[in-house]
Every structure is written in C-alpha cells, then in structure tokens.
Nanobody, 121 residues
Framework: VQLQASGGGLVQAGDSLRLSCVASERTFSDYVVGWFRQAPGKERDFVAAVTKTGYTTYYEDSVDGRFTASREDNNNTAYLLMNNLKPEDSAVYYC???????????????WGQGTLVTVSS
C-alpha cells in the first residue's frame, strides 16, 4: 500500500495542525495506521497509532492528551490532529501501516514520504 502524508507546516507554539495520510488501496482498512516522527539528528520515534477498527488508539507519553489519531476508511485516509503544539514537536512526521500494532519503526512495512512540522516558540 502506498501512503501519502500531508498537512505539515510552520506554526507557533500552542497552535494546532491536522496531518492527513491517504492510502492508495481499498484494503486500507486491513492495516493499523501509525505515525512516527524524526527530528534532525534523532531516530524515528513512535507518536501514535490507530487500530483497524478505529476504536483503539495508542500514544507516546509526551503527546497523549494533545494528539488524536483517527481514520476514515471510506476515504482511505488517516489523520493526526495535533493540538497545543510545542517546539519539541518539530520533526518530519511519517504515516506508516502494517497488519498488527507495533511501536517499533522497524516493524512497519509501509511508509509515507513524510511531512515537515515546525513549531516556533
């Protein structure tokens, strides 16, 4: 499955952004959709994930309560709503997909191209 992430940009601390991830296949509903981010000089870190049903979500501790992962399978699209953004949230954000839930980047089969989020203080 091919993934296309979008929605990044330059915002100020406290602002919100919504990232989108559009999948190329109707079998999108067969996949867990995750979000990872990578800041300059750092590894790719798990941010959030939404299960196939959309009923269960997972978050990294620093974004829990501020970010919301969701999906609309009829549109083959997943979203990451990011509220109260902080400068430390600045990174390239990637949407990813695999059959089963994982918090490890190496276990994801499919990656989008990334979208840059920059949060100024």
């Amino acid at each position: 499955v091919q993934l296309q992430a979008s929605g990044g940009g330059l915002v100020q601390a406290g602002d919100s952004l919504r990232l989108s991830c559009v999948a190329s296949e109707r079998t999108f509903s067969d996949y867990v959709v995750g979000w990872f981010r990578q800041a300059p000089g750092k590894e790719r870190d798990f941010v959030a994930a939404v299960t196939k049903t959309g009923y269960t979500t997972y978050y990294e501790d620093s974004v829990d309560g501020r970010f919301t992962a969701s999906r609309e399978d009829n549109n083959n699209t997943a979203y990451l709503l990011m509220n109260n953004l902080k400068p430390e949230d600045s990174a390239v954000y990637y949407c990813v997909a695999r059959i089963y839930m994982s918090r490890f980047a190496s276990e994801y089969d499919y990656w989008g191209q990334g979208t840059l989020v920059t949060v100024s203080s």
